[in-house]
Every structure is written in C-alpha cells, then in structure tokens.
C-alpha cells in the first residue's frame, strides 16, 4: 500500500467518524427537544448558528488550511467536536435554548474544518492527470460521508433509548476522542500547507471557474434544503399522520440511499470528457421537484406523489452532488488548495442556511407546493450558471 493510498485511508476514517457523530448528534438534539414539547419550526432554529457558522468556517478555514497545513485543521475540528459534544453532557437544567444554539456553533464550525480538510486533502494525493481516479475518490469520500450521516441518525435514536441524552453525548465524546488522538499520530504533517503564506484577503478566490461553480453549488444545496429540512418533516407528520419516529426513519433511509448513490455517481454519469455535464444533470434534477408540486396541485394521490418525487429527487440530486465534488476538487489549485475549497463551501453552507431559513418561512406561510417551486427555480439557477463552466482540459479516463 503506497502512502498517497495510507493517507487517504486515514482521512476517509477520520471523516467517517466525524459524520457518524454529526449525524447522531443532530438525532438527538431534534428527538430530545421534540420530546420537551418544542415544535419542529423551534427545533429548526436550534440549528441556525450550525448553518450559519458553516459559512463563516469554510471562508476562513480554507485559509488557515493553507498557512497551518490540513493535518491541523482536521483535527482542530474533531477537537471542536469533541467540545460541543462535552457542551451537551451538562445537568438538564443548563440545556437552555441559548446553549444548545452555541454547542451547535462550536458543532456547525467542526465539521465544515473536518469537511473542508478531507476533500482538500484528496485532491494533493492524486496527480493532476489522473482525473477518473480523482473523481472517483472524491465520490467514495462524499457519498459513504452520507451513507455514514443516515446511520448516525438511527444511532443517535438508539443511544437515546438506551443511554438516554447525557450518557449518549459523553459516549460520543470519548469514541471521537481516541479518533482524534489516532489522527494526531496518522496524518501527514505538512499535508495542505502551502509553499507561499498566502494573505488574508485572498481567502476570496480570483478564479472565474470556482466562483461560477461556487455560486451553483449554494443555489443546489438552497434547492434541496427549502423543502427537506422543516417542509418536508413537518408535512409528513401532520399531513400523512406520521408519527415522529417514522419521520426519521425514512429521512434516515433516504440520507443512507443518498450517500449510496453519490458513491456510484462516477459509474453514472460515465466519463465527463462532454462539454456540461453539470448542466444536465442539474436541469434533469429541476423537473422533479416542478412535478412534485404539479403533482400536488392535479389531486393526485399525496403519498405517491411526495414519495416517489423524493426518491428520484434523491437519485438526481445525489449525482448532481458528487460531481459538483469532483469538480472543485479538480478546479482548485494544488498549492494553497484548501483556500478554493474552504470558499466553494462557504457558498454550500450559505445555501444550506437561506434553504433552511426559506424552508420554515415559505411551508408556514403558503405550504408545501410554494416550497417546491422555489426549489426548482433554485436548481434551475444552477444549471444556467453551470453552463458558464469552461471544459476540463485534462481527460477523466
């Protein structure tokens, strides 16, 4: 085994177990507050400075990635964790609103470092020319980093059955702990760190092509989270008579499912030599949520309907998602890498964060199908400023 193939090992164990916290932490904190009686709109709030704080991460820790190096920054953001989880494990008493909100800051600003660093991180381990090869990594990492997200969920609702709230956070934290502990021995030290210190003010990028490409990715991820987040929750528990188990459950499958396809998205969409791939994808992906409401709005059976348009919207949006990946990573510059990637997802947690803001404020106000809507509109966005994409000049065999 060579050491670029050790290493991405190591940084795709890392990331695994982050996401497998992330996503049991988010499980816990939405059963245990629906369990006190919060709404889910008051549930969705709590997670605001998550959101917003991913903003701020991925803006100034693409920066600190390339003067600290990504070995650092990774695990500066599995220690976050580790403190927002240790936040969590305080008497019920002190689980006031306002701290929840912050342990999920410290949470939100951990895992956009984590996230930032691995998909950074893969792209110095595969040389320039072998553009299938990278694409493929990039898919495995992405798509079982969801797999691993919908497991979490029903982690977290089994650690709150049988260790209840607190012992399911300490749990966590001591897990993640020795994770963290190995990654301090495993990673590679200098990996990330660029040649030349580069200024503060260059966290924004000059390149046209992550610009145009960052400016898709935030309309993609607003489209999906404008209707899955709170709409889409909410709507099955009150409309279809789910209880909140079965809500979670299938979100949870969906996630997993999600992940899955993302890690095969390579396979899919063949070999990207073709001028806009991303184009075409993301116009196939503006249909389905457009029909959904169409759907909705003929009478049709609402079961069928939302079910059978998520699960494509879920196949679609996954290849949309991985190849979206592939292409920072591809796009970005090799020396100072962590700068265009920090930036890229800035603008996917700004999208998260106008999805999830949109998604409580639209639903309530005017229902499910004006949710729909926006979402196609935003995809469609996406799409257009795809087409702005220069050809990849490297192939992708």
């Known amino acids: 085994m060579n050491a670029a193939v050790r290493q991405y090992l190591v940084i795709t164990g890392n990331y695994w177990a982050f996401t497998l916290t992330d996503g049991a932490l988010r499980m816990l904190v939405v059963l245990h507050f629906h369990q006190l009686g919060y709404s889910p709109l008051d549930i969705a709030l709590l997670f605001i400075f998550y959101e917003f704080f991913g903003v701020v ?3 100034a820790g ?17 220690f976050l964790q580790i403190s927002a989880l240790a936040m969590l494990a305080v008497p019920a008493a002190m689980l006031t609103v306002p701290w929840v909100m912050a342990a999920q800051a410290v949470s939100g600003i951990a895992k956009d470092l984590n996230k930032m ?4 991180g893969i792209k110095l381990l595969v040389p320039d020319e072998q553009q299938g090869r990278l694409y493929q990594w990039v898919a495995i990492l992405t798509g079982s980093k969801n797999t691993l997200k919908g497991v979490g969920f029903f982690l977290g609702g089994v650690l709150l059955m049988s260790a209840g709230f607190t012992g399911a956070v300490i749990l966590m934290a001591a897990a993640l702990a020795l994770v963290w502990l190995a990654s301090l021995f495993l990673l590679k030290q200098e990996l990330g760190k660029s040649k030349a210190k580069p200024k503060f003010r260059e966290i924004l990028s000059k390149s046209r092509a992550i610009n145009v490409l960052s400016a898709a990715r935030m309309f993609l991820f607003g489209a999906r989270d404008v209707w899955f987040v709170v709409a889409l929750p909410v709507y099955l528990h009150t409309v279809f008579g789910w209880d909140f188990w079965k809500v979670g459950g299938f979100m949870a499958t969906w996630v997993i499912g999600y992940g899955f396809i993302q890690t095969v998205a390579p396979r899919i969409t063949g070999n990207l030599e073709s001028k806009q791939p991303a184009v075409f994808w993301a116009a196939a992906l503006a249909l389905i949520p457009a029909a959904i409401a169409l759907g909705l709005m003929a009478g049709w059976p609402p079961q069928f309907v939302v079910i059978g348009g998520l699960l494509l919207f879920g196949v679609l949006f996954a290849i949309n998602s991985s190849l979206h990946s592939y292409l920072i990573v591809s796009y970005a510059r090799g020396d100072g890498v962590s700068l265009d990637v920090g930036f890229y997802y800035m603008s996917n947690a700004a999208g998260r964060l106008l999805g999830t803001i949109l998604s409580g404020w639209v639903y309530q106000v005017y229902g499910l199908e004006a949710c729909l809507w926006i979402s196609s509109g935003l995809v469609a966005m996406a799409a257009l400023l795809s087409s702005m994409l220069h050809q990849r000049h490297a192939a992708l065999a």
């Open 57 to 59: 991460t991925n803006l």
């Open 62 to 78: 693409g920066y600190l990635g390339a003067r600290m190096g990504l070995n650092r920054t990774m695990n500066i953001g599995l």
């Open 117 to 120: 660093s691995a998909k950074s």
